[in-house]
């Protein structure tokens, strides 16, 4: 238990700041490859993310919306450019200081819901909190009333094989808030689902949002979730176009 402690302070995160942008990107630029067969994904792209606010990010297939998407979740890094989660420049963290901003501070959700299959829904929406070695009753309770908010609650021992699609996301957006994140990184969402279910799923990241008081960054392609937004960002070719 000593060793899994001292890990854990090893990659510990400095404190967040309460105040200031949830999300600070300054001129951030992305290549896959080099030389003429060159893929500029991002081209200087910066904007701010206030605490709270549910952006959505738009832009046609190959925009850079991925890209971009990971790089201010700590699953790459930019070539050139600063990004600043809650206060923090990923910068100067390193990898472990990256694996613990994804642990501790920012939720994933992915299109493809990315449930671990064996486990059950109870057990999903745990296993943050596992690898962060929490309390299990702590654990326990969380995970039931995160089941509990998003209508799962009579649903906790089914496999994710034995859920609809939108179900499924749900428990993976139940699972993405299991550590109290500060930043919800959602990538199409609503991809896999049909358009009434996308709705209610987009509706309870809004509901989330508001009632967890988190911040969510969103990228979709579709205009009826656009509206569900604060804001809209749109990327075109690698840049944000201004609205
Ligand atoms: N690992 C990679 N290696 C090489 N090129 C890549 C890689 N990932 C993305 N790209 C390229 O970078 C550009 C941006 O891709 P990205 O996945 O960010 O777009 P996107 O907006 O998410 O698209 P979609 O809506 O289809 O998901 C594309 O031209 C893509 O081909
Ligand atoms: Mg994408």
New binding site residues.
């Given amino acids: 238990m000593s060793r899994s402690s001292s890990t854990r302070s090893a990659a510990a995160l400095a404190e967040p700041t309460p105040e200031g942008p949830m999300v600070k990107v300054a001129d951030v630029r992305r290549s896959?490859?080099t030389g003429p067969a060159a893929?500029h994904?991002l081209r200087g792209v910066s904007f701010e993310i206030g605490r709270g606010e549910l952006v959505a990010l738009k832009?046609?297939?190959?925009?850079?919306?991925?890209?971009?998407l990971n790089l201010v979740g700590g699953l790459d890094s930019p070539d050139q450019g600063t990004i600043t989660v809650d206060g923090t420049d990923l910068a100067g963290l390193g990898e472990n200081g990256l694996l613990a901003l994804r642990r501790d501070r920012v939720g994933f959700i992915f299109q493809s819901f990315g449930l671990i299959p064996i486990l059950t829904a109870a057990e999903n929406v745990g296993v943050p909190m596992r690898l962060r070695k929490a309390d299990p009753r702590e654990r326990e309770e969380r995970v039931a009333l995160l089941l509990a908010m998003v209508g799962l609650a009579d649903h906790a021992e089914q496999r994710p094989g034995e859920l609809s699609g939108g179900q499924q996301q749900r428990v993976a957006i139940a699972r993405a808030l299991a550590n109290r994140p500060a930043l919800l990184i959602a990538d199409?969402p609503t991809g896999q689902l049909d358009a009434e279910t996308g709705l209610a799923v987009m509706e309870l990241l809004r509901a989330v949002v508001r009632g967890e008081g988190v911040t969510a960054l969103v990228?979709t392609?579709d205009a009826q979730l656009l509206g569900l937004a604060d804001r809209v960002l749109e990327?075109s070719d690698g840049e944000i176009i201004e609205h």
């Fill in positions: 896959y490859g893929v994904a832009g046609r297939s190959g925009s850079g919306k991925t890209t971009l199409e990228a392609h990327l």
